[in-house]
């Protein structure tokens, strides 16, 4: 089956570094998705990888291993307005389901001063 | 450019009573995705579309319908509601043609209460 992991909670103190995991076991892979989602808003998009490695994005960085299925959301500089849940997402490579996303059940942030 | 907007935001409903949500992108994007969202059960795919005129079935399709008669809309129909099918439901859309990244934009939701 297909299947995606995350913690389910996770705390950390304003200001500091978090890492959040993700791992995964698909169909195929054709890239992963990390969403963000404040309480009671819809998903934002924050970063995608299809090749492993780091991609960077000001504070917020994804990285990607195609080899172990891992892939992982690290927030520097903490602040309060990170408290969120965060979507780890991949989009599989079957012809019938390449545009669908696998959800994960998202890993819920709080940030503490 | 307002993205992704969803109609309503709210609603309550009784048991055996049907209702359309519309979602509306003013993207054109070619696709359009509705899910809904539990406590404990993440975004789950009830159907999506990948163009005008064409829909199909996603991972919890039963109950629910859909259309898309214009590329700019998507509808989800509930024919006769059942407390099961309370939820928060999303649309989203997204435009694969040409892009490197095919990222999926959400509407704000519409909180849905069956009693």
């Known amino acids: 089956g297909q299947n995606i992991d995350q913690p389910t909670e996770m705390t950390a103190t304003e200001g500091a570094i978090v890492q959040i995991n993700c791992t995964y076991q698909?169909?195929?892979?054709?890239?992963l998705f990390w969403y963000q989602q404040h309480a009671g808003e819809a998903p934002t998009f924050l970063s995608y990888n299809v090749l492993d490695g780091l991609e960077e994005k000001g504070r917020f960085s994804s990285f990607l291993s195609r080899s172990k299925g891992y892939s992982y959301l690290l927030l520097k500089e903490l602040q309060m307005k990170d408290s969120a849940s965060y979507l780890c997402?991949?989009?599989?490579?079957?012809?019938?389901?390449?545009?669908?996303?696998?959800w994960g059940l998202g890993t819920s942030l709080a940030v503490n001063p | 450019n307002a993205g992704v907007t969803q109609t309503p935001k709210f609603r309550v409903l009784k048991t055996g009573q049907s209702m359309t949500l519309l979602c509306a992108q003013d993207?054109?994007?070619?696709?359009m995705y509705w899910y809904r969202q539990d406590p404990g059960m993440g975004l789950r795919l009830i159907h999506y579309?990948?163009?005008?005129?064409?829909?199909a079935k996603g991972e919890v399709p039963d109950g629910y319908n859909v259309s898309r008669l214009k590329k700019q809309n998507f509808l989800l129909g509930l024919e006769s509601a059942a407390p099961s099918q309370t939820s928060v439901y999303f649309c989203?859309?997204?435009?694969?043609?040409?892009?490197?990244?095919?990222?999926?934009?959400f509407g704000p939701g519409t909180r849905l209460t069956v009693l």
């Open positions: 579309s990948v163009g005008e005129g064409t829909t």
């Open positions: 698909t169909s195929g892979f054709n890239g």
């Open positions: 993207m054109n994007h070619e696709y």
């Open positions: 997402a991949v989009r599989g490579q079957n012809a019938g389901n390449n545009r669908k996303l696998i």
């Open positions: 989203a859309s997204s435009n694969a043609p040409g892009r490197r990244v095919d990222t999926q934009y």
